[in-house]
């Protein structure tokens, strides 16, 4: 009998694990490029502020805290502790992303998996995530983001999308073999 590979009754590969992975592996290609782009060709740090429009910037940004700049870890314990934890999490979603039953929740994990990875490096290298994109309007700048936050936000958009609404995309009858077996 095929037993699934599993760690404390955990399986850690599943029928959509691949698809997952790959799309993971793309998110952090793409956020780390476009990273490497920003700070190294276009050198944002020295440039600091592009306007593309009226509500929108290309702008350097250092975030040494989590999103909307909380939790700020000014120090290396602090930068340690935030990079532990989203080591944590995307454990936890590599663990999700073995029990996914379809492609749509694979993808969706795999980009929250990338876009984490992406900052979780930020962190290791640079001590903060660079951030780049500004949106504003009428004098509040609420947000700057970068490519790993966008990865992050479809993937949890399409989390959400999928539990309310299951059948949106197709998916029924989608879940592995094993899962309809009932193995």
């Known amino acids: 009998m095929n037993r699934p590979l599993s760690?404390?009754?955990?399986?850690?590969?599943?029928?959509?694990?691949?698809?997952?992975?790959?799309?993971?592996?793309?998110a952090l290609a793409s956020d780390r490029l476009h990273k490497w782009w920003s700070l190294h060709v276009l050198d944002l740090p020295s440039i600091g502020r592009i306007q593309v429009s009226d509500n929108f910037d290309i702008v350097m940004a250092w975030n040494k805290g989590v999103s909307y700049g909380l939790f700020q870890a000014e120090t290396t314990a602090g930068i340690i502790f935030l990079v532990t934890f989203a080591l944590g999490i995307v454990i936890g979603?590599?663990?999700?992303?073995?029990?996914?039953?379809?492609?749509?929740?694979?993808?969706?994990?795999?980009?929250i998996i990338g876009g984490a990875l992406g900052n979780v490096l930020d962190r290791l290298i640079y001590g903060a995530?660079?951030?780049?994109?500004?949106?504003?309007a009428f004098g509040f700048y609420w947000?700057?983001?970068?490519?790993?936050?966008?990865?992050?936000?479809?993937g949890v958009g399409l989390i959400l999308i999928e539990s309310f609404f299951?059948?949106?995309?197709?998916?029924?009858g989608t879940k592995s073999e094993a899962a309809r077996d009932g193995d």
């Open 7 to 26: 760690v404390f009754g955990q399986p850690v590969w599943g029928a959509f694990s691949l698809i997952g992975t790959v799309v993971a592996v793309l």
């Open 93 to 111: 979603l590599g663990l999700w992303l073995a029990k996914a039953e379809n492609k749509v929740l694979a993808v969706a994990i795999g980009l």
């Open 129 to 136: 995530v660079a951030d780049f994109f500004s949106f504003h």
């Open 143 to 154: 947000y700057i983001f970068n490519v790993a936050d966008i990865w992050i936000a479809i």
């Open 166 to 172: 299951p059948n949106l995309f197709g998916q029924a």
